[in-house]
């Protein structure tokens, strides 16, 4: 998927959705719940590329209803770091349904799916993982601010994009850094 994503080929995001597709078909929820929640996840994650890439609201929300499904079995107590990928990979929907739709309340929706991945995300264990989150946030708060006018919601964008940034270094990490400074 994430090759289908790099190159903008929608053929490859088709074929990684009906892959992922198969994959969880394969999983039995009950037998095989770790493996079907993960097909989920990625299922939506590839459904969000191919949305974003055709400008697609019914993908998106194909997306949305994967990583839903994902979080049936990747809970906030069970499996906390599935839990966390699955609430930021919602919080890229939403922050791609906003560029669609309902901006404001799209943005809203992805800036609470980061606060959600960020509880279980530990920066100590994580960074990366945690700037990057943090870095989403960073971007959807700010827009969202930008929308609002909102100075709360702008200076928690900043402290987002602080936190990322002490976190990774620019030579440790350069493209999430670059991401984050250009914010």
Known sequence: ASLGD??????????????FESAAAGYLKDSSPFGWALARNNQGDTYRMLG???????LLRRAEASLKNAMIVFTREDEPAGWAMSQTNLGLVYR?????ESKSENLAAA?????NALEKTA?????LSWAVIQNNLAEA???QGELTGDK??????????DAALEEVSQTQ???????????
């Open 173 to 183: 990490f350069r493209q999430q850094w670059t991401s984050a400074q250009n914010n």
């Open 96 to 100: 791609s349904l906003a560029r669609q």
């Open 152 to 161: 709360t919601v702008l200076t928690q964008a900043l402290a987002a994009i």
């Open 123 to 127: 920066r100590e264990t994580e960074p």
């Open 6 to 19: 790099r190159r903008a080929d929608s053929q490859l995001l088709e074929e990684a959705a009906a892959a």
């Open 111 to 115: 800036i609470a799916a980061y606060r």
């Open 52 to 58: 974003d890439l055709k400008r697609d609201t019914g």
């Open 141 to 143: 708060s700010l827009t």
